[in-house]
């Protein structure tokens, strides 16, 4: 039986408008998605609306309105949006489907049943937005732990779920199974977690609190607590208990991505829910980071929440996907800024991948008449590193890391205009013996396009489309990641810059439409503090260190950031010699271009400061965890 790709996103809860995370964590799931489908693989892309629970209840009666049509209204605002973002999704689940409440009362009647779940009376602390207890301990300065909010004191009868005896086998599954949940940074904090003692979970409230949810089958005085409710989606959705061949075909889950606040939800919650159910566990769980706005929380009081429709409309949908995906290391904290985006979209986009494509066609339709022509010879060196993208590519998806998958075809964009460069087909051409080998650069060349095609397409799919039509090729067909597939005699069609380069006049515009309320304008002769926060400063820890051949300052070292281990040179050999270095803390600006120095690639800087002509690195005064964001 052939397994589908299961992927799904959180279903996100429907108290107020869709943000720019929500965006960020549907998008990174419909890259995989398209990929794995190019890739010939069947695949399940789920995502939806978590709808009952107190937040929801609170929001209707805040507006006038019945639970039911608050809930109606936002789940279609999130469909909506997906469209405008063009998700492919396969799926979209609601809470509030029957298809769904069916089975959260059948799994709670047969935990029930079998003495799982059980009544007691709960006395403690309970915080309303995020819906949930917390024993004294846990409360930080007398608030939620969690939020900040204030916590209300509560004593109730409920019903709980025995939660606390799967502690011991969970820990050791997780050390087990290293990439079960994702980036291990991620996974060290759930290891963290459950060295404290694992309490039972409380999987109900009563209705005469809050009455929005599903109703427990054995008591209809309480209904489901929202989370034991929200983490059923993800087996309802695929026919559990009512399609056992649909079922059998899509789960376990190949990965669920989700954002880091819910990761205790979603790696100990539904862990040992699916364990007690007697169901496999998902193959991945990945939690990544959260985006601020220039350096800042998004708020509504600072005026600077964005709106990822209006970001779409301004600079066009697929160089914002590409944006996403490509600006931030998926798992770590990310900031969106107007400078940023701009930036990116200016350089990789417009002026690397949108000159090459324009190039290329012009020298076909100007050398060959617009006739992709037949190769007498293979250049080496380019098939080569396209095949070696195209492999690179596929292996950061399966992490997943988006940024460094995107990386390949920024390289290989590099690599085709250095090979143009090299090769000179402007003076080949004035060489009639040199027909031959014209031929194969402009078809080496043209076929590297289609490689770096199909690599867009799964994240910019409307370029992907149209730079195949743009090489001659048929609709939807992007060949395979091996070299040879672009067909000699296929005419090319050169039409408008793929990527437009925005200009200062443009940029204005697009921070007028982003942040209406205008920006803050700095004093003369000083940075703004956006600026400074372009710059990511991590914690790392060197692993390992060696000198570099040839050079008395240079350092070759490799400093684990917690979510991957990176090589960088550094100057400081005069200062340090490798072996006292392994294992110092340092601080790492994490988003340097990489370059090379003595012909060695470098990812990165050490931070260091200079006492009297020795260097001295900055680090932390504790240890820390690797990849910390420096603030």
């Given amino acids: ?183 291990p940074a991620r996974r060290n904090e759930v290891l963290g977690f459950l060295k404290k003692k694992l309490d039972d979970l409380c999987i109900s409230r009563p209705k005469s609190r809050m009455a929005w949810g599903v109703e427990l089958p054995f008591d209809s005085d309480y209904v489901s607590y929202v989370w034991f409710d929200a983490l059923l989606n ?6 559990y208990q009512s399609d056992d061949k649909s079922f059998s075909e899509i789960w376990p889950a190949h990965i669920h991505l989700i954002g880091k606040d819910i990761l205790t939800t979603h790696s100990v919650y539904w862990s040992t829910m699916l364990k007690d159910m007697g169901l496999p566990l998902p193959q991945k769980i990945f939690a990544h980071g959260w985006w601020t706005i220039e350096g800042r929380k998004m708020s509504k009081s600072l005026g ?32 969106f800024s107007v400078e940023a985006l701009v930036s990116r979209i200016n350089v990789d986009l417009a002026n690397n991948l949108g000159n090459l494509v324009s190039r290329t066609l012009k020298m076909i339709a100007k050398y060959r008449g617009g006739s992709i022509p037949s190769p007498h010879g293979v250049p080496e060196n380019l098939k080569t590193g396209a095949e070696q993208a195209a492999k690179n590519y596929a292996s950061h998806l399966e992490t997943p890391a988006f940024h460094k998958a995107l990386e390949e075809v920024i390289s290989l964009c590099d690599l085709v205009n250095g090979f143009i460069m090299e090769s000179e087909p402007w003076k080949l051409a004035k060489d009639e013996s040199k027909s031959e080998r014209l031929d194969d650069v402009l078809y080496g060349s043209a076929e590297a396009l289609r490689f770096i095609g199909r690599m867009i397409a799964p994240i910019m799919p409307d370029t992907g489309a149209k730079l195949q039509v743009m090489l001659g090729m048929e609709e939807g067909v992007h060949g395979s990641p091996e070299w040879g597939g672009l067909a000699p005699g296929r005419q090319v069609k050169d039409g408008d810059a793929l990527f437009p380069r925005i200009d200062d006049k443009k940029k204005e515009e697009i921070i007028k439409a982003i942040f209406p309320t205008g920006e803050d304008k700095e004093e003369s002769g000083l940075i703004a503090i956006e600026d400074v926060r372009k710059i990511d400063l991590r914690t790392a820890k060197i692993v390992k260190a060696e000198r570099i051949e040839k050079s008395k300052k240079l350092l070759k070292l490799i400093v684990d950031l917690g979510f991957e281990k990176r090589q960088i040179v550094a100057g400081i050999a005069e200062s340090y010699s490798p072996e006292e270095l392994v294992g110092k803390q340092v601080v790492v600006v994490a988003n340097l271009r990489p370059a090379k120095l003595m012909g060695v690639e470098s990812k990165g800087m050490l931070l260091a400061a200079d006492n009297a002509g020795k260097l001295s690195l900055i680090g932390a005064i504790n240890d820390v965890n690797g990849g910390l964001k420096v603030l």
């Avoid at 869709?18 to 549907?26: C, S």
């Avoid at 915080?127 to 939020?147: A, H, I, Q, S, Y």
């Avoid at 004593?155 to 820990?171: S, V």
């Avoid at 993800?234 to 026919?239: F, K, R, V």
């Fill in 1 to 183: 039986m052939t397994k589908r790709i299961y992927i799904t996103t959180p279903i996100y809860y429907v108290n107020d408008k869709p943000h720019l995370g929500h965006v960020y964590t549907t998008v990174a799931a419909d890259f995989l998605a398209r990929y794995h489908r190019l890739e010939g693989r069947d695949v399940f892309f789920l995502t939806g609306t978590d709808e009952h629970g107190q937040k929801a209840e609170q929001a209707a009666q805040a507006k006038g309105q019945s639970t039911k049509e608050h809930v109606d209204f936002h789940s279609a605002v999130f469909q909506d949006l997906w469209k405008k973002m063009n998700v492919s999704n396969d799926d979209f689940i609601r809470t509030t489907e029957e298809r769904h409440t069916k089975v959260v009362q059948n799994v709670l009647q047969h935990l029930f049943d079998r003495g799982e779940i059980y009544e007691d009376v709960y006395e403690g602390w309970y915080c309303v937005p995020d819906e949930r207890f917390w024993t004294e301990k846990d409360l930080m300065d007398g608030n939620c732990p969690e939020c900040g909010r204030k916590v209300e004191r509560i004593k109730e009868k409920n019903y709980f779920f025995r939660m606390g005896k799967h502690q011991p086998w969970l820990i050791e599954y997780i050390k087990k199974h290293e990439n079960y949940i994702s980036p």
């Fill in 234 to 239: 993800y087996i309802s959705a695929p026919g």
């Fill in 304 to 335: 600077n929440v964005v709106d990822p429709v209006t970001v779409a409309e301004a600079v066009g949908l697929d160089p914002f996907r590409y944006f996403l995906m490509r600006e931030v290391p998926f798992g770590m904290d990310g900031d």
